[in-house]
């Protein structure tokens, strides 16, 4: 008798004709157990646990998703991220700390109304494990492309916390001169094609880069940030089917928060992962523990070494949890960590997701493994807080943009009109 083989699809569709329920595992696994790094393979298959496609999601529900205590010491994610050399391992924690301390520092000056500081701010504090881990397995000269959350970013890839102070502060040694604030930050020399106050932005500026390098033949590849709203996009699958079609060397990274702006990511994703969107592309997709920087770097060096070898995108999908509002410091207190009385979600469920800090675990790693000293780690944490420290300093000492620069590079007439429009509106006059 001959023996006829199906692949995973048609089985699917034939246990969904006979009435099966689904009992088809991810290889996810479940909620709290699988993403510590686990590759979805280029196939379809029924996602059984997740966050989304819960209509039903209540304040609170995220605890249902807490990724353990401790980063696993052992396996393949940890044993990848060991490899590395303990200078590239402390570099990876002292930009983790930079961008927490400096995010930390003006959270604290925005809400004790201090420098007369304001505009917009989008923290990234409590997803440092995703910026982080990305960086590291890029090149100095692969491009990113930003969100409207990107501090973080920007710090993990070398950004110069001086310039970004100074940017916040609206002052001429600004990464913009003062033009842009928070939202705009750009530093082309690092391949940093800055933050975009646009969402879903980010997909064609990294193709657009990559698609330089693979004509050059460079070998770099572009990565688009993007959260969990942004996923919905109509930007989204256009831009990774377009880079799938072309094999471009783009890695699309999501940095799933669960919340949207302050609605559930889970009550609007028909999904049970955002990952899920794009599997029928047949390209790699990770879904992994986001505040997990093993696990982020694992699967941003498999990501990497695909798009280099000229197979085209592939997907990662962080399970992270933001520490404050989506924009603003609602709920925020001056010394005290995350934001609190937000009605979206509960208190217990940010204090809970606080424990899991992804800077707290990397350091319990490092130790845990050897690699690093507590010492070594206290010095880095030092240096970090008199960058942070300095950076400020510097944006305060810096000067204020002349105001004529306001129209600067734009239609209005550059910076003799812009002085003729203040002489007769009186404008700065004594």
């Given at each position: 008798m ?12 034939i ?23 686990a ?9 059984t ?10 304040p ?41 301390k ?22 990234y ?38 310039k ?12 913009n ?9 750009t ?36 990565v ?25 060397p783009?890695i ?6 669960f ?11 028909p ?46 999908e962080?399970?992270t ?110």
């Amino acid at each position: 008798m001959s023996t006829q083989r199906i692949d995973r699809r048609t089985l699917i569709g034939i246990m969904g004709s006979a009435g099966a329920s689904s009992v088809v595992f991810s290889s996810c696994g479940n909620a709290n157990a699988g993403l510590t790094g686990a590759r979805w393979e280029k196939s379809i298959s029924l996602a059984t646990s997740g966050p989304g496609g819960n209509r039903d999601w209540q304040p609170g529900d995220a605890l249902k998703f807490l990724p353990p205590e401790k980063i696993p010491t052992s396996g393949k994610a940890s044993d990848i991220l060991a490899a590395l050399t303990k200078e590239k391992l402390s570099l990876i924690y002292e930009r983790m700390n930079a961008s927490r301390k400096w995010e930390n520092a003006m959270k604290d000056l925005f809400v004790a109304g201090k420098d007369g500081l304001y505009g917009s701010f989008h923290t990234y504090i409590g997803e440092e494990a995703i910026a982080c881990g990305v960086m590291a397995a890029l090149n100095d000269d692969d491009y990113i492309a930003s969100t409207h959350r990107g501090h973080g970013h920007l710090i993990a890839k070398g950004g110069d916390l001086n310039k970004m102070a100074a940017e916040i502060f609206f002052k001429e040694t600004g990464y913009n001169k003062g033009y842009g604030g928070s939202m705009h930050i750009t530093d082309m020399a690092k391949g940093i094609m800055g933050m975009n106050g646009i969402v879903g932005a980010s997909f064609y500026l990294a193709a657009g880069a990559a698609i330089r390098a693979q004509v050059r033949g460079t070998k770099q590849v572009g990565v688009a940030f993007f959260g969990d709203g942004a996923a919905a996009s109509p930007y989204y699958f256009s831009a990774i089917r377009s880079c799938t079609n072309h094999k471009i060397p783009v890695i699309f990274v999501n940095e799933n928060n669960f919340q949207y702006m302050g609605v559930p990511m889970a009550s609007v994703v028909p999904t049970k992962y955002i990952s899920e969107y794009t599997r029928g592309l047949d390209i790699p997709h990770h879904l992994v523990d986001g505040n997990d920087v093993a696990a982020v770097y694992a699967a941003t060096k498999e990501a990497v070494e695909w798009a280099r070898a000229g197979k085209g995108p592939s997907m990662i999908e962080g399970i992270t949890y933001r520490w404050y509002d989506h924009s603003g410091f609602a709920g925020g207190r001056v010394g005290a960590d995350g934001a609190m009385g937000l009605p979206y979600r509960s208190d217990e469920e940010v204090r809970q997701w606080m424990s899991r800090d992804p800077i707290s675990r990397y350091k319990a790693w490092l130790l845990e493994k050897g690699l690093v000293t507590a010492a070594e780690l206290g010095r880095i944490e030092a240096a970090s807080q008199s960058a942070v420290d300095a950076s400020i300093n510097f944006a305060r000492q810096s000067k204020d943009p002349d105001p004529a620069q306001g129209v600067h590079n734009t239609h209005a007439g550059g910076p003799v009109a812009a002085t003729q429009f203040y002489n007769r509106s009186g404008i700065g006059a004594s």
